[in-house]
């Protein structure tokens, strides 16, 4: 498929001239996917006939890649009969009687568009999606619409109703709150990972089809949380521009224990039809540079062990955190003390980071803002009180893990990985007030694997290096308290020394407060202090 794309392609416009052309009629059946080319000048009349009896809905979807198509009941399309975009579908709710649905698309643009479409029945006990609907313009509509930024994607979605039989009246929506009403409905919001830096039509075609029905969407797309009636039914995201995401909810009715899924909905977090920074252009050459250029500073003069040296650790992680004041004080006057830990902070930022990019940063818990940065904060601070009886464990470990990363963050500029996300979800959190509400799950694939190796191996190389090429000298910097201990052994044993000769901490204190006492004293009056003789 990689070395034939425009013989897949040409293939498959065959097989959709085959069956109606870019105009025409469409037959379809229900639950079978069919490729449909769609024109902006001739609309295709998609049917499906001989529909069982027993089926009180069908809801008709189809999807394209990047161009918005139109669907519609009638061929005037109107604003209450019909749906713009690249994921879209529509409720027809059947009349007794009836076997023979029809539905209308063709492109919104004047350009030719590849999409799928597929029709999915369900019965009377199925709930119907979107069948509440108060907010967008179809009366019934089971679509989830999208939005996303740099930061973060937001779907939402109108409530579902209850199933009913062919010509009954709707279950009112508002009537109650009981068992008997809507309010028993829960949404099940999945998400469903396209694979990474594969951004062709036929790839999305293909792993919609996965996310479209019920029985489907368990097996292959991933749970992330359940609304109840009582939850506003929009869900937000992390951002991840470049790779393709698809989201669908499924609507579950625990009385009857039957289920609906709403039309699936997809992104990529970015435009194909911009001129700079598109899909296609995302790793930007300067930022690649950037990271590049660290990444051999830090890797060559840390993870290959090339000098232990405290101060210039210090000097590389400053850069990361963005110390470098502080760091320029205490490199002339300060405390070896205070570098470590400034060294094993980051190490423990990084560890921390890790922690929260696992599954448990999505607990809901961690929403608040306080929990979560109190845990945060935490985490990061045990790795500094761990080794602070063991600076040159804690500065070989951190030179080497954060090192390390940085080519994760290099790679990251050129090839699409997850594990930038590591920080960068963290950074999203700092600079956005909002960020918290969104779910940061993202994809594990082969690229990841592979990355996730090459840092552990540099890690673990890293560490290894550097050890040997430590372990005949001296240990620097010393522990604080061996340095304290020696000194006062040296005090209590050279007399030459003029520290030894300094008062003990009692004596030292009462000089200071007779100094104190002194001050606040009321000078006497100058002149003849002898008594006058008489």
């Given at each position: 498929?990689?070395?034939?794309?425009?013989?897949?392609?040409?293939?498959?416009?065959?097989?959709?001239?085959?069956?109606?052309?870019?105009?025409?009629?469409?037959?379809?059946?229900?639950?079978?996917?069919?490729?449909?080319?769609?024109?902006?000048?001739?609309?295709?009349?998609?049917?499906?006939?001989?529909?069982?009896?027993?089926?009180?809905?069908?809801?008709?979807?189809?999807?394209?890649?990047?161009?918005?198509?139109?669907?519609?009941?009638d061929k005037n399309p109107s604003?209450?009969?019909?749906?713009?975009?690249?994921?879209?579908?529509?409720?027809?709710?059947?009349?007794?009687?009836?076997?023979?649905?029809?539905?209308?698309?063709?492109?919104?643009?004047?350009?030719?568009?590849?999409?799928?479409?597929?029709?999915?029945?369900?019965?009377?006990?199925?709930?119907?999606?979107?069948?509440?609907?108060?907010?967008?313009?179809?009366?019934?509509?089971?679509?989830?619409?999208?939005?996303?930024?740099?930061?973060?994607?937001?779907?939402?979605?109108?409530?579902?109703?209850?199933?009913?039989?062919?010509?009954?009246?709707?279950?009112?929506?508002?009537?109650?709150?009981?068992?008997?009403?809507?309010?028993?409905?829960?949404?099940?919001?999945?998400?469903?990972?396209?694979?990474?830096?594969?951004?062709?039509?036929?790839?999305?075609?293909?792993?919609?089809?996965?996310?479209?029905?019920?029985?489907?969407?368990?097996?292959?797309?991933?749970?992330?949380?359940?609304?109840?009636?009582?939850?506003?039914?929009?869900?937000?995201?992390?951002?991840?521009?470049?790779?393709?995401?698809?989201?669908?909810?499924?609507?579950?009715?625990?009385?009857?224990?039957?289920?609906?899924?709403?039309?699936?909905?997809?992104?990529?977090?970015?435009?194909?039809?911009?001129?700079?920074?598109?899909?296609?252009?995302?790793?930007?050459?300067?930022?690649?540079?950037?990271?590049?250029?660290?990444?051999?500073?830090?890797?060559?003069?840390?993870?290959?062990?090339?000098?232990?040296?405290?101060?210039?650790?210090?000097?590389?992680?400053?850069?990361?955190?963005?110390?470098?004041?502080?760091?320029?004080?205490?490199?002339?006057?300060?405390?070896?003390?205070?570098?470590?830990?400034?060294?094993?902070?980051?190490?423990?930022?990084?560890?921390?980071?890790?922690?929260?990019?696992?599954?448990?940063?999505?607990?809901?818990?961690?929403?608040?803002?306080?929990?979560?940065?109190?845990?945060?904060?935490?985490?990061?601070?045990?790795?500094?009180?761990?080794?602070?009886?063991?600076?040159?464990?804690?500065?070989?470990?951190?030179?080497?893990?954060?090192?390390?990363?940085?080519?994760?963050?290099?790679?990251?500029?050129?090839?699409?990985?997850?594990?930038?996300?590591?920080?960068?979800?963290?950074l999203r959190r700092v600079l956005?007030?909002?960020?918290?509400?969104?779910?940061?799950?993202?994809?594990?694939q082969t690229n990841d694997f592979?990355?996730?190796?090459?840092?552990?191996?540099?890690?673990?190389?890293?560490?290894?290096?550097?050890?040997?090429?430590?372990?005949?000298?001296?240990?620097?910097?010393?522990?604080?308290?061996?340095?304290?201990?020696?000194?006062?052994?040296?005090?209590?044993?050279?007399?030459?020394?003029?520290?030894?000769?300094?008062?003990?901490?009692?004596?030292?204190?009462?000089?200071?407060?007779?100094?104190?006492?002194?001050?606040?004293?009321?000078?006497?009056?100058?002149?003849?202090?002898?008594?006058?003789?008489?």
């Amino acid at each position: 498929m990689r070395l034939f794309p425009c013989a897949v392609v040409l293939l498959v416009l065959l097989g959709v001239l085959r069956h109606g052309g870019a105009s025409g009629l469409l037959e379809l059946s229900l639950g079978k996917f069919r490729n449909v080319l769609l024109n902006q000048t001739n609309p295709v009349e998609a049917v499906i006939r001989n529909i069982a009896s027993n089926v009180t809905v069908v809801i008709f979807q189809v999807h394209a890649q990047q161009s918005s198509v139109v669907i519609s009941f009638d061929k005037n399309p109107s604003v209450n009969s019909s749906g713009t975009g690249v994921d879209k579908g529509l409720v027809s709710i059947l009349r007794p009687q009836q076997s023979v649905c029809t539905w209308y698309l063709r492109s919104r643009d004047a350009s030719q568009v590849l999409s799928t479409a597929i029709s999915i029945p369900y019965m009377e006990k199925d709930p119907i999606p979107g069948g509440c609907n108060l907010e967008f313009d179809l009366e019934v509509d089971p679509n989830i619409y999208l939005d996303y930024t740099l930061v973060d994607i937001h779907i939402k979605f109108a409530p579902a109703n209850l199933g009913y039989t062919r010509g009954a009246n709707p279950p009112s929506c508002d009537s109650g709150t009981g068992q008997n009403s809507r309010w028993r409905l829960r949404y099940d919001v999945y998400q469903y990972f396209l694979p990474e830096n594969d951004l062709s039509e036929m790839v999305l075609m293909s792993h919609i089809r996965k996310m479209s029905e019920v029985q489907s969407i368990k097996a292959n797309g991933i749970k992330m949380l359940t609304l109840t009636t009582d939850d506003k039914t929009n869900v937000y995201f992390s951002s991840l521009p470049g790779q393709g995401v698809i989201y669908n909810v499924i609507v579950w009715d625990p009385l009857w224990n039957t289920s609906a899924a709403y039309v699936p909905v997809h992104t990529y977090a970015c435009s194909f039809a911009d001129l700079v920074d598109n899909c296609s252009s995302l790793n930007l050459l300067f930022m690649g540079f950037i990271f590049t250029a660290f990444f051999f500073f830090v890797f060559i003069t840390r993870v290959t062990g090339l000098g232990y040296d405290v101060r210039l650790t210090l000097t590389a992680v400053a850069g990361i955190i963005g110390g470098l004041f502080l760091v320029a004080s205490w490199w002339r006057f300060g405390s070896v003390l205070l570098c470590m830990f400034i060294i094993g902070l980051v190490l423990g930022f990084l560890f921390s980071s890790m922690v929260f990019f696992t599954p448990l940063g999505d607990y809901r818990v961690f929403r608040d803002d306080v929990v979560f940065w109190v845990t945060f904060s935490s985490v990061a601070l045990m790795i500094p009180v761990l080794f602070v009886g063991c600076p040159r464990i804690l500065n070989i470990l951190a030179s080497a893990m954060v090192g390390s990363y940085t080519v994760i963050l290099a790679i990251a500029c050129y090839v699409y990985t997850s594990l930038a996300y590591i920080t960068l979800d963290l950074l999203r959190r700092v600079l956005n007030d909002y960020f918290s509400r969104a779910y940061t799950n993202v994809p594990f694939q082969t690229n990841d694997f592979i990355i996730l190796s090459v840092w552990t191996m540099l890690a673990l190389s890293g560490v290894t290096v550097q050890l040997r090429r430590e372990r005949s000298e001296v240990p620097f910097p010393p522990h604080p308290y061996v340095t304290w201990k020696r000194e006062r052994e040296r005090r209590s044993t050279n007399v030459l020394d003029p520290s030894h000769h300094i008062p003990p901490l009692r004596e030292r204190i009462h000089n200071k407060l007779l100094r104190i006492k002194e001050f606040f004293q009321k000078e006497q009056p100058a002149g003849e202090r002898t008594p006058l003789l008489l």
